[in-house]
Every structure is written in C-alpha cells, then in structure tokens.
C-alpha cells in the first residue's frame, strides 16, 4: 500500500483545515518545501498537494509552489485544487506533478472529465469522490451534490478510471480514525485502486485500511500534530 503525505497549501503556506472549513486554518509551516524535503528524506516517495485556495477560488492558485517541490525533490506528486480546463491539467503536469486529481470537474461537468481521462489515460488522472452522508461534495466541499459515493465512483470506475481517492468530510481533521467500513463497502461493490484519506490517526489506522483493501493512504494532521513522525512512516515504506 502507498503511504502519502498531504500537504494543503494557502497562501502559498503548509495549513490543515478540519472538515474542510476555511475559518478552522492552522499553519504549519510557512514553507512548504521545507516539509516535502523531510518527508522525502524519511524515505516517502509519494505526496499529495492540495491547492486549497484553488479549489475554493475554482482556479489554480499555488501552481509555484508545485514546481519548487518538483524541481528540488523526486517526490512522486498528485496534485488537486482548482482544475477547471484541460490546459489547467496540462500545465499541472508540466510542472512537475505525475498524477493529477479531479473531483468537481466529475460532477459539474462529465464530459469534460472523461476527455480529460481519454486524453490523459488511467495513469495519470485520479478521481477525487469526497463526501459527506455519503454524497458527493465538491468545490473545496463547500458544495454537496445528491449523488451517493459508491454509484458515483462505480460508474466511473466502468468508464475507465483506475484510481480513486475517497474522503470522508466527517472524519477529515479530527483525528478520530477513518472511514474503514465505507472503504470495505465501495471496495465489495467496485473493483478500484482506492486511496483513503481523512482521520488517519495511528499506525493502526494505517493498518486498518491496508486490510481493507485499500491501494494507497493519505496521511496528513497526524503527522502535524505529532501522532504519527515521519520516520514511523518511512519504515511502512
């Protein structure tokens, strides 16, 4: 299973939000380069970069700091926020990420989500499938939709996509465990590489969503907050 580690950037800033909203912002660390060369240097390959002013502003907003991490580190970068054009995916790629996440757009607009995944094939675009109660949100989840999770990843899955990263808004931040039993539900029901994200707490959790089938997970306030170090995760490497 691939360990990844989240940063959220504001204001060109490493921040953690709690459930999503914006008015709960702690900074961590002023430079976001620093972080990704420790968790590089803790022997994890995998980071998931998150414009979070990108997904709010519905454009990106961070594509700089992308390319300082891309240039000084070898991280293995997914990159999400703000995607709204297929040039935006290109010039993502561009600058340094190898996967690039998109989950408003499979909502919003469908056809231009699968031109995307047509054009850039199963390897490099992830399906973001965020919720709360079990619907889709989107738009930095400031927006909910009525469509439930598993019929939404499900359908997908059957046009092509081959990697899925499913957070639970409820458990995002809070550091209360994740969202075991809906990963083992949409994995008894779809037959996807599925990336768990949101309430990471403990090596057990970790341990938790490996045996629920899960392809990757993404760690990200408990690591900030001391929980779990990086070091811990480099030996689950």
């Not at 909203?21 to 980071?47: C, H, M, W």
């Amino acid at each position: 299973m691939r360990i990844i580690v989240a940063i959220d950037i504001i204001g060109g800033k490493c921040v953690r939000l709690t459930r999503g909203d914006f008015t709960t912002k702690k900074v961590y660390n002023e430079d976001p380069l620093a972080v990704a060369r420790q968790i590089e240097d803790n022997g994890i390959s995998y980071l998931h970069l998150v414009d979070l002013d990108g997904a709010k502003n519905k454009k990106i907003e961070n594509i700089k700091v992308l390319e300082k991490i891309a240039e000084k580190t070898k991280l293995r970068i997914d990159f999400g926020g703000g995607l709204r054009t297929y040039d935006d995916v290109i010039s993502i790629l561009n600058a340094g990420a190898r996967q690039v996440t998109a989950g408003s757009i499979a909502v919003t607009d469908p056809d231009l989500f699968m031109e995307w995944l047509n054009n850039l094939g199963q390897e490099k675009l992830i399906l973001g499938a965020d919720c709360i109660d079990r619907k889709v949100s989107t738009g930095g989840w400031l927006e909910n939709s009525e469509q439930d999770i598993i019929s939404f990843i499900s359908d997908y899955r059957s046009k092509g996509v081959k990697y899925t990263i499913c957070t639970d808004i409820s458990k995002d931040g809070m550091l209360q465990g994740p969202s075991t039993s809906l990963y083992k539900e949409i994995l008894d029901s779809v037959k996807i590489k599925l990336i768990a994200s949101g309430g990471i707490s403990s090596l057990k959790d970790i341990e938790d969503v490996r045996d629920a089938g899960c392809e990757g997970v993404i760690i990200g306030k408990a690591v900030y907050e001391g929980r779990i170090s990086l070091t811990e995760l480099g030996m689950q490497c």
